[in-house]
């Protein structure tokens, strides 16, 4: 590998969460950007038009080329609350082949069955080509399905057996290489570790997988020479891509590039592989030691010789929205990109260099991450907007809704248009969290009527309805409206859980706000799973719910994180989709 393929490849293994990713679809080129105005120039010409390599595992044949390797489906999943149900996971994973990441990390196979089944699903639906127009609009692109595995051969079957399925297959092993993890955790030498780590890559190899990737978990605290032996020793054994992680986010920036260089310079055969890296956010450094965010590739791409990566970047703000949504976490205003600050300007100096010339404070423009500005649309909705209006609105802000779900967040939007005069683009978002983003139904919201105040207790009666279309009345009192009415709830649906988190926020300002809600909810009985660690994790589910009634936006919200907990329930006792 050349100089320059190395250093593109070193920058192949980005790990981000919420996914700040994107790709070119492999068509065009890094940096797509419309003459919005005439005024706007000096940032926006960084260009390289160059198309997405073919794919091959240990090379990269334009060396200017970076792989984007996304593990939202793996790493990020297994976050507390974050945890997904296999249609999420299908969607994310549409979502990200459309943005055109070229590696999809879909999970962990042994971990659970649930996840194995997810990850199988994932390689037969969209590691295959023409299984969906979505990915077509995004120029055919088929990505790399990759599973985790632990260096053991059951491991390794299960990811196989669930990554097989894709055009595109690749199992991503690995073991710990720091003293530390050797003597407290492994309890192994490193001559062991490292017989243990080549014998694993072989063996994955000789099942017919012949895209390995290989990982020493916490390289960032291992000895450089321990790891030069071990890395040589797994590309003697057939490793394809060498991930180095810092798995405890302890290296600094320079210390990281110094490790990459020093494994570059040291390790022997390693020009016959990729090198990629995973960066984790202890000391919140894990984009800087990255470096490879793909905006910043975008903007400054030239600089750094010319890289560019696949991303199709004006998918970002989509996808963010649908991790996001799924997984319960939210992403913080001030975060880079897609948070709700990233293009705001309230100073009025910035104001008025904005009017002037907006690279004056912009070094991208929000149309290159698909988020339109709503008060240059030119739409406001009301109760009279019909359903064009509300699909280009949408697709301003970033979701592109059809079908069934836009006829139902239609009827919702009508329906608080009637009581709203003006319906803002975050009362839209909240409707498109409450109406689109749900899980699959189990238990159907029906109605709430609720009686509360001073002069006793608070009283509510909830209707749901079953999977057959059943109706299920419960009346409960509680300490307050919403107390009583999640009891109610829980006697319909007799399954004993736990409230852990429970936040309500008024969308916008005025005593018409939609009031959004997001619950954490935890059982008895939960479903586990197998953190890459060892360690079991006991799962907790996240619901969000959006009304202009507080009781009906909490009730929505705690369906819906049930819906989420009984259908991964009924998925493990399954053992599928
Ligand atoms: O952080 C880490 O070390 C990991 C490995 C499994 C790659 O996630």
Redesign the pocket.
Known sequence: MSAAAAAAAYFSHPNIFPPATGSTGGIRTLVYLKPYTSQRKPFQVVCCSSSRPQYIPNHIPNPNYVRIFDTTLR?GEQSPGATMTTKEKLDIARKLAQLGVDIIEAGFPASSDADLEAVKLIAIEIGNPNVNNKQEEGGGHVPVICG?ARCNKNDIDKAWEAVKHAKYPRIHT?IATSEIHLVYKLKMTKQQVVEKASSMVAYARSLGCNDVEF?P?DAGRSEREFLYEILGEVIKAGATTL?I?D?VGYNWPREFGQLIADIKANTPGIENVIIST?C?NDLGLSTANTLEVVMALKCKGELLGGLYSGINTRHIVMTSKMVEEYSGLLVQPHKAIVGANAFAHESGIHQDGMLKNRSTYEIMSPEDIGLFRSNESGLTLGKLSGRHALKSKLFELGYDIDGRELNDLFWRFKSVAEMKKVITDDDLVALVSDEVFQPQVVWKFGDVQVTCGTLGLSTATVKLIDVDGKEHIACSTGAGPVDAAYKAVDLIVKVPVKLLEYSMSAVTAGIDAIASTRVVIDSENNHTSTH?TGEKISRTYSGTGASMDIVISSVRAYVGALNKMLGLRKQSTNGSA
């Open positions: 790493d985790l690995f990982s978990e991930n992680p798995t995973h984790q890459y």
